[in-house]
């Protein structure tokens, strides 16, 4: 099964943009690449999610690499409402599910 | 938009008892179904993937005969933890998805304490 790798934790200022990598080298490829956000207490809460080429919505955008082994979720303005631990997750053909342990955004005001 | 909900949402139980934690979607209906736990500040933990009507696949570790898993229907998911013990206390999450290039839909989470 395909394993997803993201950095702990990352830091940001109010009002600036926030890239958050994922690294998934043993992708295959028909997996599609999630993301979703957690709040303490609170159920994961869906970002975006796509399968080769980039993705924008109102909340995100995902890159994803050429070689589908990477993919980047870009916040362009973070707010104090984005911090949250954010998790990048892959769905495979036979819907097995692989995440990793979650990047913590810390955002200053 | 499509929602997922868990029932209930907290729940406290006696040390050997059983308690069962439901998880439905609201407006689709979800072929697969996935439930999790989490420890405080720690990431989730994949425990179990079920489908409509077939057993559930359940992760390395996870006590099969402990997390009964039933996906009885295409709308509802029900988790029963059997003899629980403190040690099984843990934030429990589920989420459906449709289709495989569908969202997945997390619920809110339950709450479980076990005195």
């Known amino acids: 099964d395909a394993k997803t790798t993201q950095p702990n934790s990352m830091e940001s200022n109010e009002e600036e943009p926030v890239h958050l990598p994922c690294n998934h080298s043993t992708i295959s490829g028909t997996d599609y690449i999630h993301w979703y956000r957690q709040l303490p207490s609170q159920g994961p809460e869906y970002v975006i999610h796509g399968l080769t080429s980039n993705v924008n919505n109102r909340m995100a955008s995902l890159a994803i690499a050429e070689d589908r082994k990477s993919s980047t979720l870009i916040l362009h303005r973070a707010t104090l409402r984005d911090a949250a631990v954010y998790y990048c997750?892959?769905?495979?053909?036979?819907?097995?599910?692989?995440f990793g342990a979650g990047t913590t955004v810390t955002v200053r005001a | 938009g499509a929602v997922v909900s868990q029932h209930p949402s907290r729940v406290i139980c006696k040390s050997g008892t059983s308690v069962k934690i439901e998880c439905r979607s609201l407006?689709?209906?979800?072929?697969?179904m996935f439930w999790y736990r989490q420890f405080p500040k720690q990431s989730l933990m994949l425990m179990a993937t079920?489908?409509?009507?077939?057993?559930?696949?359940?992760e390395q570790g996870v006590e099969k005969d402990k997390f009964l898993i039933n996906h009885a229907s295409l709308t509802l998911s029900t988790l029963t933890v059997t003899s629980a013990h403190p040690e099984d206390s843990s934030f429990y999450i589920c989420s459906a998805i449709q289709g495989r290039g569908n969202t997945i839909y997390f619920g809110e989470g339950s709450w479980l304490t076990v005195v």
């Open positions: 407006d689709f209906q979800a072929t697969t």
């Open positions: 997750i892959l769905l495979s053909n036979d819907y097995k599910l692989s």
């Open positions: 079920s489908n409509e009507g077939s057993k559930a696949t359940y």
